[in-house]
């Protein structure tokens, strides 16, 4: 079993949708979940990080996270074509010790 | 805001030849890390570095890589060697001593092995 797995899309919405990303892993030492954003050929943007369970809220975004099933999301609302690009989930044991990554789902947000 | 920055965008080297791949971390950073993206693939730990020695490194990290902080502000991978399997995006990253969990990233250097 792959430790992060996240579907890699496409996934194209319509300008104002709501946007649901999603990654699940598999090794329960995880505490730490990112979400990064990127752009074709560009380094990974940090969005938004959890400790541990619960949700996070940022502007248009919302990160959650669910340790007893090992699942962590990115809500985007009111999506604009601007947030197009592939979103990245990352995790970590530990506060310094190295990512995680998924593969990244691309999206399009079509005006 | 400060930012990574990473030299050279883009590096074209033959088979065999070794290549020098910079980065300028966030200056009060004192995590820093290199991380590698083959084309199509997952982005890749390769290296952890922490008070000018390697905190931890992947099995991608063999003897054909090294990492240096050579002055206060430059922070270096060699590959001694390359091949063409190490074509791919190469990303430099920090993060802050309070925050470590914090990585940012870097631009990226795309490395071509012909």
């Known amino acids: 079993q792959k430790e992060v797995e996240q579907d890699p899309g496409p996934l194209s919405v319509p300008e104002g949708a709501i946007v649901s990303l999603n990654c699940t892993y598999s090794?329960?030492?995880?505490?730490?979940f990112m979400w990064y954003r990127q752009y074709s050929r560009k380094g990974p943007e940090l969005l938004m990080y959890?400790?541990?369970?619960g949700n996070k809220e940022d502007g248009r975004f919302t990160a959650q996270v669910d340790k007893s099933s090992k699942y962590i999301s990115l809500f985007i609302r009111d999506s604009q074509p601007s947030d197009s690009a592939t979103y990245l989930c990352?995790?970590?044991?530990?506060?310094?010790?190295?990512?995680?990554f998924g593969k990244g789902t691309r999206l399009s947000v079509i005006a | 805001e400060p930012e990574v920055t990473q030299t050279p965008s883009h590096q074209v080297t033959q088979m065999g030849q070794e290549v020098i791949l910079r980065c300028v971390p966030i200056?009060?950073?004192?995590?820093f890390y290199w991380y590698r993206q083959i084309l199509g693939q997952k982005v890749e730990f390769l290296v952890s570095?922490?008070?000018?020695?390697?905190?931890?490194k992947s099995e991608i990290f063999d003897d054909q890589f090294s990492v240096e902080r050579p002055d206060g502000s430059n922070f270096t991978l060699k590959i001694r060697s390359t091949k063409l399997e190490d074509s791919a995006m190469y990303f430099c990253?920090?993060?802050?001593?309070?925050?470590?969990?914090?990585?940012?990233f870097g631009p990226g250097t795309r490395l071509t092995v012909t």
């Open positions: 090794n329960s030492a995880f505490q730490y």
């Open positions: 990253a920090s993060s802050p001593t309070d925050r470590a969990y914090e990585q940012y």
């Open positions: 570095f922490y008070n000018n020695e390697i905190s931890e």
């Open positions: 990352a995790m970590s044991a530990y506060g310094n010790t190295p990512l995680v």
């Open positions: 959890t400790y541990s369970s």
């Open positions: 200056s009060n950073h004192l995590y």
